[in-house]
C-alpha cells in the first residue's frame, strides 16, 4: 500500500441507533458499539487516512443517491434481516464498483448460513462434525447419528439462541429444543454432533495464499453450569466467565493441527482480508471445524480478533494496517488490470 493515503468511507450498525428505535438487546447483539467505531477511525486517521462515517446499508445508499464516492469502504455492517444480511453491504459496493474490506457478498452470504458452510467443508474434505438441518421439530426424528447433541439456529453470531439447553443428551428432547428455537428466530435448526473437547478460536488475516494465522486462543468456560457451552450470555458477559489462553504450536501440539485447518478453512472458502475461524476438538482430541466468522468484531481488548493480535504482538493499529493491505491488493490488481476493447 506504500505511502498511498485515501478517504476511507466507514460503514457499520451502531447498536445504540437500533436500541433507540426499540429493537431489543438480543435483536442488535451482533452490531457495534461507539467505541469500536471510533477505535478504527482513530486507527485509519494514525495510519494517515481520512475517515467517514457511513453508516448502515440505508445511510451508504443514502450516500450514494447524493454523489458521495470514496477510495474504499473499510465496512464491518451486519446486517438486520434476511439470511443475506451480511451480505448487503458489499453488493451495493459491488453495484458502484466502489472497492471495500472482507469478504464478498457470495462468501458472507453462505457462512452465515452454517450448515451450507458445513457441507462445502464436508465435500472438500475438511473436519468438521455430523450434523442435520431440521427445518421443523419433526425433522429432529430423522437427525441420521446418536446423542448428545449440540443445538443452534443455522444463521444467527455472537452465540445467539446458544443456552444450557443446547447440549441435549435425549433424542426425546430434541423437537422441544428444536421448536423452542425456531419460534425464537424464525429460522430452521443446526443439530450437530456434540464435540466434547477443547475449544479454540483462530484469527487470519490475509487473503489466498497471502492469508496467514495470527494466533490462537483455547475458550475455557468457567461459569457453571454450562462449562461445556460459550452461550451468548458467556460471551457478552466474558469477564469473570470465561478464560481465553492463548497457545502456539511450540507450547500445545494440537495447535498445529487447529491452525492448519483453520488456514485450510479460510483458503478454501476464498475469505478475504481477516477474521477468524471456531475449532472444537472431538472425544478423541480431533479438531473440527465449528464456523466461520469473516466480519469479525474489531472492539479493542473485547472481541476475539483484536485480542488474539494482541495477545501475539500485533497492535490493533497494526491489524487495522493489515486488512486495509489485504484489500488494497484488489484493488492495486484491478488498477493494473487492461481496458476492456470496445466494438
Same mark, same amino acid.
Request: hydrophobic share 40%; charged share 20%.
Given at each position: 500500500m506504500g505511502e498511498q493515503t485515501m478517504i476511507i468511507g466507514l460503514t457499520y450498525d451502531l447498536r445504540q441507533d437500533y436500541l433507540d428505535r426499540g429493537y431489543t438487546e438480543l435483536e442488535t447483539a451482533e452490531f457495534d458499539s461507539v467505541e469500536t467505531i471510533a477505535a478504527i477511525e482513530q486507527a485509519l486517521c494514525d495510519l494517515g487516512h481520512t475517515p467517514v462515517r457511513i453508516g448502515n446499508a440505508r445511510q451508504l445508499i443514502e450516500c450514494l443517491v447524493k454523489g458521495e464516492r470514496w477510495d474504499l469502504v473499510f465496512n464491518i455492517a451486519e446486517g438486520l434481516h434476511g439470511m443475506g444480511r451480511e451480505a448487503q453491504v458489499p453488493a451495493i459496493l459491488d453495484l458502484y464498483q466502489i472497492p471495500y474490506t472482507f469478504s464478498d457478498p457470495l462468501v458472507m452470504s453462505l457462512t452465515l448460513h452454517k450448515a451450507l458452510t458445513?457441507? $462445502?467443508?464436508?465435500?472438500?474434505? #475438511? /473436519?468438521?462434525?455430523? %450434523?442435520?438441518?431440521?427445518?421443523?421439530?419433526?425433522? +429432529?426424528?430423522?437427525?441420521?447419528?446418536?446423542?448428545?447433541?449440540?443445538?443452534?439456529?443455522?444463521?444467527?453470531?455472537?452465540?445467539?439462541?446458544?443456552?444450557?439447553?443446547?447440549?441435549?443428551?435425549?433424542?426425546?428432547?430434541?423437537?422441544?429444543?428444536?421448536?423452542?428455537?425456531?419460534?425464537?428466530?424464525?429460522?430452521? $435448526?443446526?443439530?450437530?454432533?456434540? #464435540? /466434547?473437547?477443547?475449544? %479454540?478460536?483462530?484469527?487470519?488475516?490475509?487473503?489466498? +495464499?497471502?492469508?496467514?494465522?495470527?494466533?490462537?486462543?483455547?475458550?475455557?468456560?468457567?461459569?457453571?453450569?454450562?462449562?461445556?457451552?460459550?452461550?451468548?450470555?458467556n460471551k457478552e458477559g466474558w469477564k469473570g466467565r470465561v478464560q481465553y489462553l492463548p497457545l502456539s504450536p511450540d507450547v500445545d501440539p494440537v495447535i498445529r493441527d487447529v491452525e492448519a485447518l483453520a488456514l485450510a478453512a479460510w483458503q478454501m472458502l476464498e475469505c478475504r482480508d481477516g477474521g477468524r475461524i471456531d475449532i472444537r476438538c472431538d472425544a478423541k482430541g480431533t479438531p473440527c471445524f465449528i464456523e466461520v466468522n469473516p466480519l469479525a468484531g474489531l472492539r479493542p481488548h473485547y472481541s476475539d480478533l483484536p485480542m488474539v493480535c494482541e495477545f501475539f504482538g500485533t497492535s490493533y493499529v497494526r491489524l487495522i494496517e493489515m486488512i486495509l493491505a489485504s484489500a488494497m491488493e484488489r484493488v492495486q490488481d484491478r488498477m493494473q488490470a487492461p481496458c476492456p476493447e470496445t466494438a
Open positions: 458445513k457441507r $462445502v467443508m464436508r465435500d472438500a474434505g #475438511l /473436519s468438521t462434525g455430523q %450434523f442435520f438441518l431440521a427445518a421443523a421439530p419433526e425433522d +429432529a426424528g430423522r437427525v441420521p447419528f446418536a446423542p448428545p447433541y449440540f443445538v443452534k439456529p443455522v444463521a444467527q453470531g455472537t452465540g445467539m439462541g446458544i443456552t444450557t439447553d443446547s447440549v441435549v443428551r435425549d433424542k426425546k428432547n430434541l423437537p422441544r429444543v428444536c421448536r423452542a428455537l425456531m419460534e425464537q428466530f424464525g429460522q430452521p $435448526v443446526l443439530i450437530e454432533q456434540f #464435540l /466434547s473437547g477443547r475449544e %479454540f478460536t483462530t484469527g487470519l488475516v490475509g487473503t489466498g +495464499a497471502f492469508a496467514k494465522v495470527m494466533g490462537t486462543m483455547e475458550i475455557i468456560v468457567l461459569a457453571d453450569p454450562g462449562k461445556d457451552v460459550y452461550s451468548f450470555e
